[in-house]
């Protein structure tokens, strides 16, 4: 009978990932298992025709407001927090849509409106390419990182509804 070995490294980085996780406070360990959770939700969505998500995003090239008040800011930046350390750890690949969509749902949870921006760029060998970004109040909290290469082709605008924890669509 052969005897497998594994390396000792990546076993003891795992156990001190884990420590390490212990040791964060309760209140921060339920928001990265939401954060997590979500994440496989909107990566399951992305495999859904965009004809079926796109009425759940929120209304169709409208924003949200700008200004933002110091209790919205200070949960917009765990939540951003969230989902971009968790979005490092997941199994399946969690990048600019999925963390935009994720971050949407977290802050709407919150009472918090959010916009989700879609943009394409041309890339220099011809090649069409696709980014997503959330704003909330002021400030971009997923995919800031090159959006401005992207041109705007859609945003959805999340009113979160605090009082009832559903998200609404505004219609003009």
């Not at 298992?33 to 929120?58: D, H, M, N, Q, T």
């Not at 990182?145 to 998200?167: D, H, I, L, P």
Request: glycine share 6%; with cysteine; net charge positive.
């Amino acid at each position: 009978m052969q005897r497998k070995y594994t390396d000792s490294s990546s076993r003891s980085g795992v156990i001190s990932k884990a420590y390490k996780f212990l040791a964060v406070p309760d209140q921060q360990k339920r928001l990265y298992v939401e954060a997590y959770c979500l994440l496989g939700w909107a990566r399951i969505l992305k495999w859904l025709p965009f004809s079926k998500i796109a009425p759940k995003l929120g209304a169709y090239m409208q924003e949200t407001p700008y200004m933002t008040t110091e209790e919205q800011l200070q949960i917009q930046v765990t939540v951003s927090r969230a989902v971009r350390t968790m979005s490092k750890y997941t199994l399946w690949e969690s990048r600019c849509l999925v963390m935009a969509i994720a971050a949407m749902t977290m802050l709407a949870k919150r009472g918090i409106s959010s916009t989700l921006y879609m943009g394409t760029a041309r890339e220099a060998d011809g090649r069409l390419t696709a980014h997503a970004w959330l704003r909330s109040g002021n400030r971009i909290w997923t995919g800031a990182e090159g959006m401005e290469r992207y041109t705007v082709v859609g945003q959805f605008a999340n009113y979160a509804n605090k009082a009832s924890g559903v998200n609404k669509q505004r219609v003009n």
